[in-house]
């Protein structure tokens, strides 16, 4: 089974600054990898999907990049809104397991 | 508008066995892929299963293989998890979730969650 890291495990940053989250795959899965916003208490939010697109209606400031087993999520701009917890998820081969997430706090 | 409503979140004895369901509405059911995943409280994401249009191919979670079966009644837009031999570590919020069509495993829409608490 493919196994899915994230770092860092949590992240303060402040409103306008740039914040970046790193995913690893313990294997290769090509552009296979979403990332999902969760916020308290709410059922997790598609943001970018096949390493790099962008969902219908998410804000560009959110972008993804990556292949093979390295990808990462920037949020340029940094927003109030934005503190929540993000997952990567790869896409390639069942089970299609979750990173372990990372807390974004805006300070 | 796309919904996803679980419901039969409950508190279940270990051993016991249990079944959860999700109606959905606002899109063609039967043209979507459809996966469950959960979260045990204040824990992460994990996906638990997936199944096909037609309910002809699914897949499972090492975890849950052999306990859980996923299926879906494309007539009744409805999808189940039927969980059997539940043991503590089930309890979580299981959340029923549609895949963007011919895209793998990509959730576009979630449910709000249905609880499922394993104790005695």
């Known amino acids: 089974d493919i196994q899915m890291s994230q770092s860092p495990s949590s992240l303060s940053a402040s409103i306008g600054d740039r914040a970046t989250i790193t995913c690893r795959a313990s294997q290769m899965i090509t552009t296979s990898l979403n990332w999902y916003q969760q916020k308290p208490g709410k059922p997790p939010i598609l943001l970018i999907y096949s390493a790099s697109t962008l969902q219908r209606g998410v804000p560009s400031r959110f972008s993804g990049n990556g292949s093979g087993t390295h990808f990462t999520l920037t949020v340029s701009g940094l927003q109030p809104e934005d503190s929540a917890t993000y997952y990567c998820?790869?896409?390639?081969?069942?089970?299609?397991?979750f990173g372990p997430g990372t807390k974004l706090q805006i300070k | 508008e796309v919904e996803l409503v679980e419901s039969g979140g409950d508190l279940v004895q270990p051993g016991g066995s249990h079944r959860i369901s999700c109606a959905v509405s606002?899109?063609?059911?039967?043209?979507?892929?459809m996966s469950w995943v959960r979260q045990a409280p204040g824990r992460g994401l994990e996906w638990v299963a997936n199944?096909?249009?037609?309910?002809?191919?699914?897949h499972y979670v090492d975890s849950v293989k052999g306990r859980f079966t996923i299926s879906r009644d494309n007539a009744k837009n409805s999808l189940y998890l039927q969980m059997d031999s539940l043991r503590a570590e089930d309890t979580a919020v299981y959340y029923c979730a549609r895949l963007i069509s011919g895209i793998p495993e990509t959730i576009d829409y979630w449910g709000q969650g249905a609880l499922v608490t394993v104790s005695s």
């Open positions: 998820q790869h896409s390639y081969v069942p089970p299609y397991s």
């Open positions: 199944i096909k249009e037609d309910g002809s191919v699914k």
């Open positions: 606002g899109f063609i059911f039967s043209s979507h892929w």
